[in-house]
């Protein structure tokens, strides 16, 4: 915004802004907590402080970097490009962290805030996250264990800002939270005073003096109570700030540091204090789950580095000879190219399908055991033509990573075509594309399958029968492909060129009619190797580069572009040097057309639609589904893939873009915060107005400026589907094995009075009724319903459910989804971590260091009922010798070596040692002996249960117990205030719609 349009701006508007202002602090709702995200410190005016967003990004890009480092040696820029899965795994956990505050089911309950002094129900409530985030990270169900840790950091991070942990002086993480071996300091009884009176806005010196000691003998834990539930007694502490209605009752006042505003915070001048000490618990979390589940895992689940999933799913009839040789070929190359690429090899899923049988899926992280099981694929069986094609894209999409695309391989029509809008949602929340490759004619089919030898005898079909194929590759931004037999090897090339790693799109777009059209993308300095996919026939094509030079490519060869030529699929190369700017893509198709282009480069982003929520937190909460059309709305951006030499790189705008590559609307982006100084890999947030959502399908492309000047375009292909009802998840509970379970919805009418349809499926088959529901709801009205799930005693623990929710009208286009992931749990989840015992000491240290040494004992044993599972000496120069006691020894005696089971020995750096399988039960030690030069005087061993937990045995050359686990690692520099960003246009939009 220029220096003259800001003057006329606050001189046309200082009346409008100081309303704003006014009325943000008296409608915004109280902050429970740290701010959720960035708009949150918009609505509080408090513009430096930390948000459970900066804290949660942070950490898990300090530890990534961290965890990239140990694992390949070094953190040169390129290596470590992190990549937009990579962001988009930490916008889910930043996500799910945001939605404690903003779903009805947990935004007012203290136990998810550590609230109202409610501690010990959120310690259990900590510790299940936990152990629910290492049961789903075993199983390999990623996108449940990103929800469970955003919820487990949420409410791990209230605890510092709405405790008097920090008051008390502490400068170390609480390690009780999550370890229950750790010394806990007590909870103030119910009829225990904490607080003084305190009648100004911030609040010094107003918790009691056993509130506030440094003597652990005599400390007191409290956290504050908010709001009128549970009811606060006398002499409590409220949470505090001028929107809890608590504040006002004795004690007046309030203890929270979520913010840096006295009119929200009390003990606002500790919040610095407070935000790190969330930091630090936040990082020691994110490295315990890395030294459980070890470093590989670890980068899989946030997807680093890794080569994008290749998902077949395959129609296995006796007709589709061709098609899977077509797929194992392409398959084989696929593997081949990658074999000499540094980072993850990605995984590989098959589903294959025919009638009626659906899969089983085929899953593997190994090319190796992939190429084994596609070369013992075969062709067999037939019958008559639909398949059950749908319901195999359903497991592919379930099984398959987030953002991945799915080529589907058939010449069947779908026999369950019920199942498309259960497909459609799930593509849709998943972001995935889905590619049809369709080796049939569309206006016939085969009456006999099941032979090599085909179309002998045909039969007239209606020609809509692959609509639905259509359909959903055009929402998805996927293709529709149809070819034949001889050409599918060469078509199945598409597949290679979109499962290639950092590919981009410059342009997508569809076209029915039958007329000249002119289509443009745009290629930036950033962009290499870029490939045009054009579906369809064509009678004439043209391509014309930004000089003006152009070259026929149907008719001649030329210096521009290669072109190959399939049935139904053109495959365009720019030949190098690709000259950056304005490309003309000027065509004529017999019938349906598709253009597609992509390319090789870093730079893309991500993007979700918002609207600003105040019912108890004040922030921006992601619409979950189809945003609702003719409502203002804000889109939030994240650019991703910029190194620190693209500070010149700028953005300007995004363009909604129709079915047809139409403008429908233009958004003016800003940046909504700066990126930290401290690291060169944070995503560029960017946020924009739209002051209504367009009525009909659109797509979103982003527009900016490279470092040279050159116009930057991206397009993010899904068509997103604009409507007038909204269905909401109110919550997630967890199965439990031979119980049944409820989930709640709400289903929100932006429309007239209407009778809706609701639809249920899931990829278990736990439902007890699948629907159809049918049910009334008036004009801007809402309903309530739920849906019940029988989980079978045989469920396996960490087994995720994906239940996929429609809604629709019979009578309009309007329909809506929702996904919801359940996390089968045990009943009786083990949380308590091993622990382990000091039994003797001996240490002969001298000032001479490497002349003596120290000796210590321990005894080892699982506090739960799970066992012992691993151990590993994580730090430390000596030796670490493990020695289980004999049956009826105790610790500290002699072990004859004839009664010794096992024996090992592990030095700094040696893989985790599994100990499950040496015969000792749950209750029964494990005798660990450790030596080491008295120059290292400290060593510590980690030690894991079958389930998971950790414990941290910290040993030393002298009785002082070490703390290096509170420590934390470089987290980067002080958060940063916004820049560049015209707050108060936005801000505008919305006190316009409070007027």
């Known amino acids: 915004m220029s220096q003259g349009i800001k003057k006329r701006f606050w001189k046309d508007n200082e009346r409008i802004v100081h309303r704003f202002m006014f009325a943000s602090l008296l409608l915004a709702s109280p902050c429970t907590c740290f701010l959720p995200n960035f708009w949150s410190r918009v609505l509080t005016l408090s513009w430096d402080s930390y948000t459970h967003q900066y804290i949660t990004e942070q950490a898990i890009l300090n530890v990534t970097l961290d965890t990239l480092q140990q694992h390949q040696g070094h953190r040169a820029e390129e290596e470590t ?78 605890f510092y800002s709405h405790s008097n942990w920090v008051e008390m002086g502490q400068r170390s993480i609480y390690l009780h939270l999550l370890h229950p071996e750790e010394p806990a300091v007590p909870v103030a009884e119910g009829d225990t005073p904490t607080c003084m009176e305190c009648f100004s806005a911030t609040c010094r010196d107003n918790l009691l003096p056993r509130l506030t000691s440094r003597q652990r003998e005599v400390q007191l834990l409290t956290t504050g109570y908010f709001s009128t539930f549970p009811p606060k007694p006398e002499g409590k502490c409220s949470h505090g700030g001028m929107l809890d209605s608590s504040r006002s009752m004795g004690a007046k006042g309030g203890i929270n540091k979520d913010s840096t505003s006295p009119l929200f915070s009390p003990h606002h001048f500790l919040h610095v204090e407070a935000a790190k000490l969330a930091s630090d618990a936040t990082l020691t979390v994110l490295r315990d789950l890395r030294n459980t589940v070890g470093h590989k895992t670890f980068l899989r689940l946030f997807s680093v580095k890794q080569a994008p999933a290749l998902v077949f799913v395959m129609d296995t009839t ?95 029509s779908p026999k369950d075509a019920h199942m498309f809008d259960v497909v459609k949602g799930l593509t849709l929340a998943k972001q995935s594309k889905v590619t049809f490759l369709l080796t049939e004619d569309p206006n016939y089919t085969i009456a006999r399958r099941g032979s090599r030898r085909r179309k002998r005898s045909r039969q007239l079909l209606p020609p809509d029968r692959f609509s639905l194929y ?164 804000f889109l939030v951006l994240a650019v991703t893939g910029l190194s620190p030499h693209d500070e010149e790189v700028s953005f300007s705008h995004v363009t909604l873009l129709g079915a047809e590559g139409e403008n429908l609307k233009k958004v003016l982006l800003n940046s909504s915060s700066s990126p930290s100084v401290s690291s060169s890999y944070t995503a560029v947030d960017l946020i924009g107005w739209v002051d209504s959502i367009p009525r009909a399908p659109f797509s979103v492309r982003l527009t900016g400026r490279d470092g040279r000047g050159n116009k930057l375009e991206r397009v993010a292909t899904e068509m997103v589907q604009p409507t007038r009802v909204q269905i909401q998840v109110l919550s997630t509970p967890p199965l439990v094995p031979g119980h049944s379970t409820t989930v709640g919805l709400k289903i929100l009418n932006h429309g007239p009075d209407r009778l809706f349809t609701l639809t249920a499926e899931d990829d278990a088959g736990y439902l007890h009724t699948k629907g159809p529901h049918r049910f009334h709801v008036e004009a801007h009205n809402l309903f309530h319903s739920q849906v019940g799930l029988h989980t079978p005693a045989s469920a396996q623990a960490g087994a995720t459910v ?48 490497n002349e003596s040494t120290w000796n210590v004992s321990l005894a080892v044993w699982d506090r739960g009922r799970s066992g012992l599972a691993a151990l590993q000496l994580h730090k430390g120069q000596g030796t670490l010798t493990l020695l289980p006691l004999p049956v009826g020894g105790k610790p500290g005696e002699t072990h004859p070596e004839q009664h010794v089971r096992h024996k090992a020995t592990l030095v700094e750096r040696d893989p985790p040692l599994n100990v499950s399988g040496w015969g000792l039960g749950s209750s029964e030690p494990l005798w660990v002996s450790y030596t080491s030069s008295c120059c290292s005087a400290q060593a510590e061993l980690l030690v894991w249960d079958t389930v998971g937990n950790l414990k941290h045995c910290h040993l030393a050359s002298s009785q002082q117990r070490q703390l290096s686990d509170t420590r934390t690692e470089n987290r980067g520099g002080r958060h940063v205030m916004p820049y560049g960003f015209s707050f108060l246009v936005l801000i505008l939009l919305c006190c316009q719609l409070l007027s």
């Not at 152990?131 to 840790?149: G, K, M, P």
């Not at 569809?510 to 007329?515: A, C, K, M």
């Open 470 to 633: 259509s359909a959903l590759s055009s929402l998805s931004g996927g293709l529709t492909i149809f070819t034949s037999n001889s050409d599918i090897h060469s078509v199945s090339s598409i597949v290679e060129d979109n499962t290639a790693a950092a590919k981009v799109t410059l342009l997508h777009v569809e076209r029915d009619q039958e007329q000249m059209s002119l289509h443009s993308f745009r290629v930036d300095s950033t962009v290499n190797d870029v490939t045009v996919h054009i579906t369809g026939s064509l009678s004439h094509c043209i391509l014309i580069d930004p000089s003006g030079q152009s070259q026929s490519l149907l008719s001649e060869q030329g210096s521009l572009a290669s072109l190959e030529h399939f049935n139904g699929l053109y495959r365009v190369r720019l030949l190098p040097r690709i000259q950056p700017g304005q490309w003309y893509l000027h065509a004529k198709a017999d019938g349906h057309v598709a253009f597609n282009v992509i390319a090789d480069s870093s730079v893309d982003f991500l993007y979700y639609f918002a609207t600003v929520t105040n019912e108890t937190h004040p922030g921006l909460a992601r619409v979950e589904g189809s945003p609702v059309a003719g409502v203002p709305t």
């Open 318 to 412: 006796g007709s589709m000879f061709e098609e899977i040789t077509a797929a194992r070929l392409r398959a084989h190359a696929i593997i081949r190219n990658r074999a000499d690429l540094p980072g993850q090899p990605g995984s590989f899923l098959l589903v294959p399908f025919h009638d009626p049988q659906v899969g089983p899926v085929y899953e593997t992280d190994d090319p190796d055991q992939f190429m084994e099981h596609m070369e013992n694929l075969m062709a067999l069986g037939g019958g008559d033509e639909p398949e059950m094609c749908l319901t195999a894209i359903q497991l592919a999409l379930t099984h398959s990573p987030p953002m991945s695309e799915i080529f589907v391989f058939t010449d069947a």
């Open 81 to 158: 490009r992190l990549g937009r899965s990579f962001w988009r795994a930490v916008g889910e956990v930043v996500h799910s962290n945001a939605e404690m505050d903003f779903l009805s089911s947990t935004r007012s309950d203290p136990v998810y805030h550590f609230d109202s002094e409610r501690v010990d129900s959120a310690v259990a409530m900590l510790r299940r996250f936990w152990a629910q985030t290492l049961l789903s990270v075993r199983a390999n169900e990623y996108q449940s264990a990103l929800h469970s840790l955003g919820q487990l950091f949420h409410s791990l991070q209230d």
């Open 802 to 849: 994906t239940l996929t929710l429609s809604v629709y009208t019979l009578d309009s286009a309007d329909t809506n989804y929702a996904v919801a992931y359940l996390t089968v749990l045990p009943p009786d989840l083990d949380t308590s971590p091993p622990s382990c015992s000091t039994t003797r000491l001996q240490s002969s240290c001298s000032p001479a260091c």
